[in-house]
């Protein structure tokens, strides 16, 4: 497995100091794994081939609504 190194502010260090029984490492892999599968579902929605034919038979999505509707800023 990889590891990275983030900066954090001295403040929210130390709250988060106060609660030991979170495995913070986890929290942050989640919120990580979270948006990456967002941003692929938004260049999924963005690859749509033949836009075009797609409008006409009604199954194309705007990738722009769809993330709206997430609660995803683009």
Do not use: C
Not at 11 to 23: C, G, Q, S, T, V
Not at 28 to 50: G, H, M
């Amino acid at each position: 497995m990889a590891n990275i190194t983030l900066s954090i502010p001295e403040i929210l260090y130390a709250r988060m100091r106060a609660h030991p029984e979170f495995k913070w490492s986890e929290v942050a892999r989640k919120a990580i794994e979270q948006k990456v599968d967002e941003a692929e579902f938004l260049d999924d929605l963005r690859s749509v081939s033949d836009a075009k034919a797609a409008h006409k038979s009604g199954r194309l999505v705007s990738y722009k609504n769809a993330a709206k509707r997430l609660g995803i800023d683009v």
